[in-house]
Nanobody, 116 residues
Framework: QVQLVESGGGLVQAGGSLRLSCAAS????????MGWYRQAPGKQRELVAT???????NYSDSVKGRFTISRDNAKNTVYLQMNSLKPEDTAVYYC??????????WGQGTQVTVSS
């Protein structure tokens, strides 16, 4: 079992920045890929970014160049630095981790609201 706890969400004006954190605990030895997804009201959950234990990253086209995903393996924590935020970035952001047998673990989400 893996537990994921997100933090760092909040309210920010358009053009501002936020940094999300996701701390993993439990059977983390089996985790290779971690990432962030988001879900806006009335919309499907969508990929934001992923990162492997080796540091390889992938980004959604909608956030590429604005968001940066990073990982601190020693602290079992993944981060999402969000810059140049837009109102359309407003969503609940969920941390994700892929474990054994491609089982997906999810955090409970943190709300990001971009105003103006």
């Amino acid at each position: 079992q893996v537990q994921l706890v997100e933090s760092g969400g909040g309210l920010v004006q358009a053009g501002g920045s936020l940094r999300l954190s996701c701390a993993a605990s439990g059977s983390i030895f089996s985790i290779n890929v971690m990432g962030w997804y988001r879900q806006a009201p009335g919309k499907q959950r969508e990929l934001v970014a992923t990162i492997t234990s080796g540091g390889n990253t992938n980004y959604s086209d909608s956030v590429k160049g604005r968001f940066t995903i990073s990982r601190d393996n020693a602290k079992n924590t993944v981060y999402l630095q969000m810059n140049s935020l837009k109102p359309e970035d407003t969503a609940v952001y969920y941390c994700n981790a892929v474990g054994r047998y491609y089982f997906n673990y999810w955090g409970q989400g943190t709300q990001v609201t971009v105003s103006s």
